[in-house]
């Protein structure tokens, strides 16, 4: 067996939904970015979940590249990992209808996002969104995953893919890897700036809750000075400053500095000058993802021999597992 092979497995997705925020970035971007080196890493734009919720065709076509443009931008590379769209390796969508048969409707019932989501499109409560984790569990299982990256809101389908893989190992022998979650040294939860206590999302209908990675500075700087904070004035983390505990985080996470080197900076500062500081660090930081973006998205072939490539590597390193599935549960071969 080669070094390469020794390597453990990681699987992560992210859905081309929208212009990816700071959220993601600091969250999940900057994380993957430094696990190239470490592991074999499968990086998948997630269309397949992205159409449990309504989308417009010629918007989500774009948003699918733009998305790949983004990875690529913010230093994914396609020399060290597997980069590709779901919807090319149509393995993902043939475990998913198997791996349904192995899960149960109580499970899914109780599943959190399911519940908020249905609340959230009360008009369209599809049977895709009820499965979507079922589809999660086979994006993960295909590729031997070891372990996984995933924020708190994604634990309770990691623990369901965990479930289904040691239920169907539980039957039919040692078919799937059963996935364990990869807790970051340091992570950032960044919040959303108009509501601290809420998730940053890139689908929030209120375009000042978040700061995306193609955010000009002066935007940038102006959605910083927009932030909900508190009615207090020293910058300190404590525990009910939502607000500031999210820009300390964010500062945190883009300054390299700590919490009390932070607080230390600020003495004696108000409020004002913390979030034009925040908002300068960041869009210096932000600057090059952006002008990379711009460089690689007028890049159409680039582009499509990356997403070409991707999707027939994914294609290769899932299909024994496909293979080794059917067979167990019966199909025939001919
Ligand atoms: N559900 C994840 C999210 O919304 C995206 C995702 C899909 C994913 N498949 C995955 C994440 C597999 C990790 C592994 O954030």
Redesign the pocket.
């Known amino acids: 067996m080669s070094q390469n092979e020794r390597k453990k497995i990681i699987?992560?997705?992210?859905?081309p939904t929208g212009v990816f925020t700071l959220g993601n970035y600091l969250g999940a971007i900057k994380n993957w970015r430094e696990l190239q080196d470490d592991y074999n890493c499968i990086f998948s734009v997630?269309d397949l979940?992205a159409i449990t919720v309504r989308q417009d065709s010629a918007e989500l076509r774009k948003r699918i590249l733009d998305s790949v443009a983004l990875l690529l931008a913010c230093g994914i590379d396609p020399e060290k990992s597997i980069l590709f769209v779901q919807s090319q390796n149509p393995a993902h969508a043939e475990l998913s209808w198997v791996l349904s048969c192995y899960t149960q409707f109580g499970e899914l019932s109780r599943m959190t996002q399911f519940k908020d989501k249905s609340a959230k499109h009360a008009d369209n409560i599809n049977a895709g969104l009820f499965t979507y984790p079922v589809l999660?569990a086979a994006?993960?299982l295909l590729y031997k995953t070891d372990m996984?990256p995933?924020g708190i809101d994604?634990k309770q389908?990691l623990e369901l893919a965990r479930n289904i893989a040691e239920r169907f190992n539980n039957i039919y022998g040692n078919v799937f890897t059963v996935p364990e979650p990869y807790i970051p040294k340091v992570s950032a939860k960044i919040m959303s700036l108009s509501d601290p206590t809420k998730k940053m999302s890139k689908s929030d209908d209120n375009q000042n809750a978040y700061i995306t990675l193609l955010d000009d500075k002066d935007t940038i700087i102006r959605k910083f000075k927009r932030a909900v904070t508190d009615s207090d004035t020293t910058v300190c983390y404590k525990e009910g400053k939502d607000g500031i505990n999210n820009l300390m985080s964010i500062y945190s996470a883009v300054s390299g500095k700590s919490f009390s080197e932070i607080e230390k900076e600020f003495e004696g500062k108000g409020y004002g000058d913390f979030k034009l500081a925040v908002g300068e660090c960041v869009a210096d930081n932000l600057a090059p993802i952006r002008e990379e973006f711009i460089k690689l998205s007028s890049d159409k072939a680039y582009l499509t021999e990356i997403c070409k490539n991707g999707a027939e590597m994914a294609q290769r390193f899932s299909k024994r597992t496909l293979e080794k599935v059917y067979h167990k549960v019966g199909f025939a071969k001919f």
């Open positions: 699987f992560s997705g992210i859905q997630v979940h999660m994006d993960i996984v995933v994604q389908h």
